[in-house]
């Protein structure tokens, strides 16, 4: 199961529309990844308010297709 | 979820004040977020219930309906449910878990 690191971001994108997203394949094996995510939606919001933005637009693939995925969520 | 997995998670949170869902157990993590999770609370020296969700699979599916959270590790404090791995380690550094603990009444040390 991995998810590729495009997919990931394309599916944020189309959530967050104004996201500016980095995203590392940290392990090189297409399962352990890290994104930084800057967006206005975020503003206000709390930090598991702003992660479960993050987790919603990846549509349930978290926690299956992909294994780890480190969030780090900015207010732009 | 089921009502087993419901009741069982309810009466985890209830009994233990800092209640820690993670992969293996505090002396022996499984996952390297639950390791991070579990280290900051050892570091504070909270008194915390790690609870090994691979040993029961009514826990590992329903702590992610019940706190509508994907992932695992989770941090329940007094009930709250304050996060995963990331927001614990960002709350540390920035004090802000620290604060929680206070605010909690939870004893912790510096």
Same mark, same amino acid.
Request: with cysteine; hydrophobic share 40%; glycine share 6%.
């Given at each position: 199961m991995s998810l590729k690191l495009e997919e990931i971001r394309n599916l944020i994108k189309e959530?967050?529309?104004?996201?500016e997203i980095t995203i590392q394949d940290l392990a090189g094996d297409e399962n352990h990844y890290s994104a930084?995510?800057?967006?206005?939606?975020?503003?206000?919001?709390?930090?598991?308010?702003?992660?479960?933005m993050v987790y919603k637009s990846l549509k349930g693939?978290?926690?299956?297709?992909?294994?780890?995925?480190?969030?780090?969520?900015?207010?732009? | 979820m089921n009502e087993i997995a419901k009741k069982k998670i309810s009466e985890l949170i209830e009994k233990n004040e800092v209640?820690?869902?993670?992969?293996?157990? !505090?002396?022996? *993590? &499984?996952?390297?977020?639950?390791?991070?999770?579990?280290?900051?609370?050892?570091?504070?020296?909270?008194? $915390?219930?790690?609870?090994?969700?691979l040993e029961d699979n009514d826990i590992r599916e329903g702590i992610k309906t019940f706190s509508d959270? !994907?992932?695992? *590790? &989770?941090?329940?404090?007094?009930?709250e449910f304050i996060g995963g791995c990331d927001i614990?380690?960002?709350? $540390?550094?920035?004090?802000?878990l620290q604060a929680k603990l206070s605010e909690k009444k939870i004893p912790y040390k510096n």
């Open positions: 959530s967050i529309p104004d996201a930084t995510i800057k967006s206005k939606i975020f503003n206000g919001k709390s930090k598991i308010e702003q992660h479960k693939k978290m926690g299956n297709e992909l294994h780890a995925l480190s969030i780090n969520t900015i207010e732009a | 209640c820690l869902f993670m992969k293996g157990t !505090p002396d022996v *993590p &499984q996952c390297g977020f639950s390791l991070a999770v579990s280290n900051v609370l050892k570091h504070l020296g909270v008194n $915390f219930k790690g609870v090994n969700v959270w !994907p992932t695992i *590790p &989770q941090l329940y404090i007094k009930k614990v380690k960002e709350m $540390f550094e920035k004090k802000e």
